[in-house]
């Protein structure tokens, strides 16, 4: 089992290896589901990468938006540096990553992001078939669900344990966006699902 915390910036990821994380996830400052969050740049990534080696922890990166065509060649810059770094493992939401990264021959694990909404077996061994080594499962399963795809599959999963539990289901909601154009699915939601509404039509 590994204990895994979110970073939201360099000094974050190195409070999280001292309390006790054995592996530390974090947004780069692009395509990252927390874009409000400092995140790291590039030179903090390789930064992060040598405190991980140093005290023997992993470090994933979120890659976990949804890509646009002209944001393509600036992904694959960086997938290069991921690549040189020496990452553990990519956490994405788009399929096209994983298509991109084929493509060009990077070999790094690859996780699935909740916003994949992985929420039965079959989507599972979907991924694990596809060369997926973890699957970060949907926040709203119970705990007979993920059992069940634990038996049906060898693939890795992952599960939150503590943190906001959306509204709705994982990666599939366009309430922030439809408010305030603000999409959850490129990190940017603004939780309205938290907000406090009164009915006004009486």
């Known amino acids: 089992m590994e204990l895994l ?21 974090a947004g ?3 395509f990252s589901a927390r874009a409000r969050a400092k995140n ?14 140093k005290i023997n922890k992993k470090l994933y990166i979120a890659l976990n938006t949804l ?19 020496g990452i553990d493992g990519i956490i994405i939401q788009d399929y096209g990553i994983y298509q991109l990264m084929k493509d060009f021959g990077i070999d790094i694990p690859l996780h699935t992001s ?14 694990e078939d596809l060369g997926f080594k ?7 399963l119970s705990l007979d669900e993920i059992k ?8 890795e999963l992952e599960v939150f344990v503590h943190g906001a539990m959306c509204f709705a289901l994982s990666g599939h909601c366009f309430f922030s966006k ?19 509404f009164r009915d006004i039509t009486n």
């Open 5 to 25: 915390s979110p970073a939201k910036d360099l000094e974050t990821l190195i409070c999280a290896f001292d309390a006790g994380a054995d592996a530390v996830y």
């Open 134 to 140: 973890r699957v970060i499962l949907e926040r709203q």
């Open 114 to 127: 909740t916003q994949m909404g992985t929420k039965n077996h079959l989507q599972a061994k979907f991924l």
């Open 148 to 155: 069940s795809i634990r038996n049906h599959t060898n693939i």
């Open 67 to 85: 890509i646009f065509e002209e944001e393509i060649p600036e992904l694959i810059e960086i997938l290069i540096h991921l690549k040189s770094a």
């Open 28 to 30: 780069l400052t692009k």
């Open 40 to 53: 790291l740049t590039i030179e903090e990534l390789y930064k992060s990468v040598e405190i991980k080696k």
């Open 178 to 196: 439809m408010l305030g154009n603000r999409s959850g699915n490129r990190g940017d939601c603004a939780q309205p699902c938290r907000w406090s």
